[in-house]
């Protein structure tokens, strides 16, 4: 059995991860959080002993550590006797912190698709530009390293999986909407990283039509859909993590991601990016200082963890999946309702941070169990989904589906 996690980052997704690792920490271990800005984690770690969330007694410790180099990740995983690595730091890490727990053994889990910060939306499917590369050394080694296992990417996931191997005898479409329905009550922030968040909009929009990569432009295609709890809800089709590997994993021949968007937040986006205020690129200034524009957009809007306590309203995230079974149609919907209150009540972050901060507890939680320590390289999808979907429900993050038999919990 696997022991002790090392928790990468320290924004409002790992302040979640940290509560549920100690919430389970009688079968995790010790639990050491790592970020540039120590005394983040330090913040992380006073809030998780404040709810008193540590089931047994054990270690909570915070660490000062760059992610992007390598020889200080391996020697922090060493030295912390970890042998799960739970990395929520920016996309921009992900391969030196992969990198570090293939020298070191250690189990490796994150939530989102690497990013090079100099490119945008890179050619499809992202996934093989960086971390599929490194499968054949993982299975060399045997080394689990389980990909994007966060909600969307990665709950989602799973969802998909159930529904090809579960409900259909053929699928046609899998569609993946997220609809954030609350309120942070600020004039414009964004629900993470606002320099991630951006990046997945400035580019192009790539999904997964009639078995080939089709091209769209940001909120160029929407849809609107009646969603249980939320409503009627209008989404743009974006392009998204999970898309990418979907598509190459489940011979799905239609996959797509469809994400809510406020006219406001469309407004705003569009003035911020048609003045260049998005760009990646590095500017000069009349005084000669170089500036990268989204940086400094970045540096002007709320911390994403500031907003929870305030957050109100839910989340609705699912999979709207079509195909036949038996000769007919059908149509399934499965999704999680989300309540930004609660987590806040819960675990100090709001509920966007909460949808994406439980699922990688839950993968560890596997992981140490056995039931997911693979010894290679998986994205969510080619794992078996029942042990992920029944420890969600048991985790805060329940699972219904909603087909012609109704709307009712899944699990297995």
């Not at 490796?108 to 590369?133: F, G, Q, R, V």
């Not at 406020?262 to 003035?271: A, D, K, L, P, S």
């Not at 005084?287 to 500031?306: I, T, W």
Request: aromatic share 8%.
């Amino acid at each position: 059995m696997k022991k002790n996690v090392l928790i990468i980052g320290a924004g409002g997704v790992a302040q979640v991860v940290a509560h549920k690792c100690a919430q389970h920490n009688d079968v995790l271990g010790n639990i050491h959080i790592a970020s540039r800005t120590v005394e983040k984690c330090r913040k992380i770690v006073d809030s998780v002993r404040e709810k008193g969330s540590l089931k047994v007694a054990g270690e909570l410790q915070a660490h000062a550590l760059d992610a992007l180099d390598i020889d200080a990740t391996k020697a922090l995983i060493d030295k912390t006797q970890s042998q799960l690595v739970i990395n929520v730091g920016s996309a921009f890490v992900n391969m030196s912190v992969l990198q570090a727990c293939i020298e070191t053994g250690a189990a490796y889990l994150d939530t989102a698709i690497h990013e090079d910060p100099a490119k945008i939306c890179e050619n499809p499917p992202w996934y093989a530009n960086y971390e599929w590369k490194r499968k054949a050394i993982c299975e060399e080694k045997g080394i689990t390293a389980i990909l994007g296992v966060g909600f969307d990417p990665g709950v989602v996931n799973a969802y998909a999986a159930v529904a090809v191997k579960e409900c259909f005898d053929s699928v046609d479409s899998i569609d993946i909407i997220d609809i954030n329905a609350g309120s942070h009550g600020r004039y414009f922030a964004t629900n993470f990283d606002p320099e991630i968040n951006f990046r997945e909009f400035t580019g192009r929009v790539w999904s997964w039509q009639n078995s080939e990569w089709v091209q769209n432009r940001m909120f160029e295609v929407k849809r609107t859909d009646d969603l249980p709890v939320v409503g009627s809800q209008t989404s743009y089709m974006t392009g998204h993590d999970e898309v990418h590997s979907l598509s190459q994993n489940l011979g799905v021949p239609n996959v797509r991601f469809w994400m809510g968007f406020g006219e406001h937040y469309i407004n705003v986006f569009t003035v911020l990016n048609n003045l260049g205020l998005l760009s990646e690129q590095p500017v000069k200034t009349a005084e000669g200082l170089e500036v990268v524009p989204l940086k400094v957009v970045k540096a002007v809007l709320p911390d994403p963890s500031s907003l929870a306590p305030t957050y109100s309203g839910k989340t609705c995230i699912g999979d709207l999946v079509k195909g036949k079974k038996d000769g007919q149609d059908k149509e399934v919907f499965i999704y999680n309702v989300a309540d930004h209150a609660e987590a806040y009540a819960e675990v100090g972050s709001q509920g966007i941070s909460y949808t994406a901060g439980v699922p990688p507890v839950a993968a560890a939680l596997l992981i140490a169990s056995g039931e997911w320590d693979v010894k290679h390289m998986a994205n969510v999808e080619e794992l078996d989904p029942k042990p992920f979907i029944n420890l969600l429900n048991d985790m805060g993050l329940p699972t219904r589906i909603k087909d012609e038999q109704g709307d009712r919990p899944l699990r297995f």
